[in-house]
């Protein structure tokens, strides 16, 4: 008998999705599981836009078991219009341990402290994924904005809701902003798989919330 989110992803799981045809991951949601076929939202690239795919397309799910990622081969029989445009997927072989495609990101907000020298920089996050965040650092009126250089790499505590991740993360980007706040773009370095496993469960249920709640 198929064990749900081992042999294949649960109803409204967060899904991976690798085209044969192309090379980027796109996220989907899973609708329905029924025997060997899924019914999924058709899926988005990284802005965020519908994409399209022929009838007959191969494709891997890969989505969160409980212990590990896990990946299924599919491939593409019908795209259903709509509001909400679906594939229908059937299954063509096994389920197997899955690997790591993509930085799934989510939009959401939780407290971040960023180290600068002897200077430790609070704010909060704009966005997450295991690969990085886009933050909001506070200032204050009349106090200029704190020298942070592009490339640099520096301590970073992300918490998740208690779960405080102490990790190292080099500046990519700094957003120009009109106010006293700095908005940069991290990276995170040398993570592990365990931090990114746990920074990867947190986007998921917040994706899910966020889906749930007709908000994506």
């Known amino acids: 008998m198929a064990t749900p989110g081992v042999d294949h992803p649960e109803e409204r799981a ?111 996050t704009v966005d997450l994924s295991e690969g990085g965040t886009r933050c909001l650092l506070t200032g204050r009126p009349g106090v200029a904005k704190p020298e942070i250089e592009v490339g640099a790499v520096l301590p970073v505590v992300v918490d998740l809701h208690g779960d405080r991740l102490a990790v190292k993360a080099e500046v990519i980007r700094r957003h120009a902003r009109e106010d006293h706040h700095s908005e940069l773009s991290l990276r995170f370095v040398g993570l592990g798989e365990k931090r990114e496993d746990a920074i990867r469960r947190r986007v998921f249920a917040e994706l899910r919330d966020l889906r749930s709640r007709g908000l994506i």
């Open 14 to 124: 967060v899904l991976d999705i690798k085209a044969s045809s192309r090379s980027d991951v796109l996220i989907s949601f899973v609708e329905e599981v029924s025997g060997s076929e899924l019914v999924v939202s058709v899926g988005e690239d990284a802005q965020k836009r519908r994409v399209r795919l022929d009838t007959g397309e191969h494709v891997e799910l890969i989505w969160r078991g409980p212990e590990e990622l896990r990946s299924l081969p599919a491939q593409l029989v019908e795209v259903v219009a709509g509001d909400s445009p679906t594939w229908r997927l059937k299954v063509v072989g096994p389920a197997s341990r899955g690997q790591r495609r993509s930085a799934v990101r989510a939009p959401m907000s939780v407290s971040i402290e960023v180290a600068l020298g002897d200077r430790v920089l609070v704010g909060t």
